[in-house]
């Protein structure tokens, strides 16, 4: 019998730009420093895989996406259960940005909720990159 090991949460984000504008956006992996600042502040590419470094720890990220499905997951290279699983929908003329992520089971409330007030943060950078409003020059 499988079991659940955990939590899933999904937050969502209405953007007005097409589907392969953000598509395009979110699989390239080296705009997570400028959408995902506190958990990429820099990227650099490895082979097929991705090292972020936050100073302290590195961390190597696979990124996965189909344009077909319009999914991209971005996700720890040594266990590709763990890690954001992301999908980008037709929205009327724009798009709809869903980002999923998993909780280990006993994961504290407050821990929960700091985690996903940061991804709410993300979709919003997202949205303004995305709508050609960047929340800060680069």
């Known amino acids: 019998m499988l079991t659940i090991a955990g939590r899933a949460e999904t937050r969502t984000i209405s953007i007005a730009a097409t589907p392969s504008e953000v598509f395009d956006f979110v699989a390239d992996a080296r705009n997570l420093p400028r ?3 506190g958990f ?3 990227i650099e590419p490895s082979g097929d895989e991705w090292v972020v470094d936050n100073g302290t720890d590195q961390l190597r990220l696979i990124v996965r996406g189909s344009r077909e499905h ?3 997951d971005i ?3 040594q266990d590709h259960r763990v890690g954001g699983f992301t999908r980008v929908l037709p929205n009327g003329d724009g798009s709809e940005y869903q980002f999923t992520i998993f909780f280990p ?3 504290p409330e407050t821990a929960v909720a700091d985690q996903l007030k940061i991804i709410e943060d993300e ?3 997202v949205r303004k990159f995305c709508e050609g ?3 800060t020059q680069a």
């Open 35 to 37: 959408w995902a600042p």
């Open 40 to 42: 990429a502040p820099t």
């Open 123 to 125: 979709l919003q950078a």
């Open 75 to 77: 996700l720890r290279a």
């Open 133 to 135: 409003d960047s929340p």
């Open 105 to 107: 089971a006993g994961t």
């Open 70 to 72: 319009g999914t991209v």
